[in-house]
C-alpha cells in the first residue's frame, strides 16, 4: 500500500498504529463465504434449534483460521468461524446459526 505525499520509510513511520478507514462501496467485492470483520461483529449467534448464544464481540485471525469472540453473558465464547460450524450468516438480520460439536460452548468459554 501507498499513500500519496509519504515517500519514505521515516514518513511512513509517523503513520504506525494509524487507523484507515474508507467508505464501504470503495471495498472490493469478496468471494461466497468471505466476509469483511466490520460486517460479523454485532451479530447475533444462534443454535440452530434457535437458542441465542450471545452477541459477536470480536473477531481472531489465527493463521488460516478465524475464531468468533462471542459475548456470551459475563463470559466470552471461542467458535471457529467455519462452514461446518456456522451454518447460515444472515448479514441483514445481522444472525449466525451455528451447529457447535458437542462440548465447544463450554470447552472455549473464557
Not at 498504529?17 to 474508507?22: F, K, L, S
Not at 472490493?28 to 443454535?47: A, K, S, W
Not at 461446518?84 to 462440548?103: A, F
Amino acid at each position: 500500500m501507498k499513500f500519496k505525499g509519504i515517500c519514505s520509510i521515516d514518513q511512513a513511520s509517523g503513520l504506525v498504529g494509524t487507523e484507515i478507514r474508507v467508505p464501504e462501496e470503495m471495498l472490493g467485492p469478496l468471494e461466497d463465504y468471505d466476509f469483511y470483520h466490520f460486517q460479523i461483529v454485532g451479530c447475533t449467534v444462534l443454535l440452530k434449534d434457535g437458542h441465542k448464544i450471545g452477541m459477536v464481540k470480536d473477531m481472531l485471525s489465527i493463521k488460516d483460521n478465524d475464531l468468533l469472540v462471542i459475548k456470551k453473558g459475563h463470559k466470552e465464547v471461542l467458535i471457529p468461524f467455519s462452514k461446518t460450524i456456522c451454518l447460515e450468516i444472515d448479514l441483514k438480520k445481522k444472525q449466525i446459526i451455528i451447529d457447535p460439536p458437542d462440548g465447544l460452548l463450554e470447552l472455549d468459554e473464557i
